[in-house]
């Protein structure tokens, strides 16, 4: 069983950022794919960012490449999002992942508002 906790959400103007983190409680190894997906109202859920394995190989959305960057800290479980040049349509509720083989865990959400 693993839980996830996000912070950091919060509402920012449009060019400001943001940096989210997820702390993981429970059977988690540095193995295990981890990273951020986000849902907007009235959209599917989509991914954002992932993180996998100890050598942190990152998979971004087109969208947010070059403005968010997703870090790990294996010896503390958590992973963070630094965003940059923060958009309107960034606006959505951010959740934390977590991927151990056949199963998957997420976090409760996290607001993230972004005024125009």
């Known amino acids: 069983q693993v839980q996830l906790v996000e912070s950091g959400g919060g509402l920012v103007q449009a060019g400001g950022s943001l940096r989210l983190s997820c702390a993981a409680a429970?059977?988690?190894?540095?193995?295990?794919?981890m990273g951020w997906y986000r849902q907007a109202p009235g959209k599917q859920r989509e991914l954002v960012a992932i993180?996998?394995?100890?050598?942190?190989?990152?998979k971004y959305a087109d969208s947010v490449k070059g403005r968010f960057t997703i870090s790990r800290d294996n010896a503390k479980n958590t992973v963070s999002l630094q965003m940059n040049s923060l958009k309107p349509e960034d606006t959505a509720v951010y959740y934390c992942?977590?991927?151990?083989?056949?199963?998957?865990?997420w976090g409760q959400g996290t607001q993230v508002t972004v005024s125009s």
């Open positions: 992942y977590a991927a151990l083989a056949t199963l998957t865990y």
């Open positions: 429970g059977s988690i190894s540095s193995r295990d794919v």
């Open positions: 993180i996998t394995d100890t050598d942190s190989t990152a």
